[in-house]
């Protein structure tokens, strides 16, 4: 048996109070690691409430924190209270993300706009404090998504954003080894959480008639690759995407 063992460390998860960030902050708290659940603040009170009670079912510290990571001064804020309060962050999992499909004919410039600010520059600007505040050694994951290089129809934007993480991945994992520190990204296929299952049945449908495996994916399937490219194990792995699909190849 070779275990993973996260005791000492810290992980901030964006978004990480639903979906794939809630699953994350799970799978990382059973391994030991002390979590911060980062949410966005909106205005029915919804994600802080989320955000809080991912962090009460959680098996070691955690504690959230609200910042929208479309602005920079919030990430700046949120990564110096982390690190007033547990001393470091070893492992930054970029997971927040918002979805606005639409044909590209149809779609207009704030649905464009507002989908690139969240799931691009936001992972930007967390990195961009990542690349100074995490510990040496320390592992960086983003999410990006198979319609990366599938290019779903009516996903101009998400398919745009998920790219450039990916790009942006590449670029970060070359500028951040001479301190060991690892960027590598998951990029998952159909996944039924919150944001999943906003898309249309019949899509779905034609969508699982391509995977190998028959089924959807599980989130906690994915938070466990995300596990392993924190762990130890994954040392000499950086600038990848890890395709999480059930063998879905585009």
Not at 66 to 78: F, I, P
Not at 133 to 143: C, E, H, S, T, Y
Not at 203 to 232: C, K, T, W, Y
Request: proline fraction near 2%; include cysteine.
């Amino acid at each position: 048996m070779i275990p993973i063992d996260l005791t000492g460390k810290t992980a901030l998860i964006t978004g990480g109070g639903q979906g794939l960030g809630a699953a994350t902050a799970a799978v990382l708290a059973d391994a030991g690691c002390r979590i911060v659940v980062n949410y966005f603040n909106d205005a029915a009170g919804v994600n802080r409430q989320r955000a809080e009670e991912t962090c009460a079912a959680l098996s070691n510290e955690a504690i959230s924190i609200e910042a929208d990571v479309r602005n920079a001064e919030a990430v700046e804020a949120m990564f110096d209270h982390a690190i007033a309060r547990f001393g470091a962050l070893d492992i930054v999992v970029n997971n927040a993300a918002i979805i606005k499909d639409r044909t590209l004919k149809k779609m207009s410039i704030e649905e464009w706009q507002s989908v690139l600010d969240t799931n691009l520059s936001g992972v930007f600007n967390v990195c961009h404090q990542a690349a100074e505040k995490v510990a040496d050694g320390g592992r960086i994951v983003n999410f990006s998504s198979i319609t990366a290089s599938a290019g779903f129809f009516g996903q101009a934007n998400y398919a745009a954003s998920k790219a450039g993480v990916s790009a942006m991945t590449r670029v970060l994992s070359k500028e951040l080894a001479k301190r060991g520190i690892t960027v590598n990204d998951v990029a998952p296929g159909v996944v039924l959480t919150e944001m999943g299952k906003t898309i249309p049945e019949p899509v779905r449908d034609s969508m699982l008639a391509q995977i190998p495996l028959g089924r959807f994916g599980e989130p906690e399937e994915i938070a466990h690759v995300v596990l392993f490219l924190v762990s130890n194990l994954a040392s000499y792995m950086t600038g990848q995407t890890l395709h999480v699909s059930g063998g879905w190849r585009v």
